[in-house]
């Protein structure tokens, strides 16, 4: 694995799967974090596949805090 591939690695910010930020469909929760497609429309997020842009963003209430 190439060191910008594990730079766009990561982990789902609720249920922990793994996540690739350019190959999966994530919601961005901020610079370091990521909801996978499933959490983030569990959490009543609404993604425009024909515009490839979330129309309506996930609530983010009661995620936890990054790990410091």
């Known amino acids: 694995m ?3 591939e594990a ?3 990561g982990y789902c910010a609720e249920c922990g799967a793994e996540v690739h930020s ?3 469909r994530t919601y961005a929760v901020d610079a370091e974090r ?3 497609f499933a959490c983030a429309v569990q959490r009543g997020g ?3 596949e024909r515009r490839d842009l979330w129309t309506h ?3 983010l209430s009661g ?3 990054p790990d410091e």
């Open 2 to 4: 190439h060191r910008s």
């Open 34 to 36: 990521s909801l996978c």
């Open 22 to 24: 350019s190959r999966d």
């Open 46 to 48: 609404c993604f425009d």
């Open 57 to 59: 963003a996930p609530d």
């Open 63 to 65: 995620l936890s805090e």
């Open 7 to 9: 730079r766009e690695l």
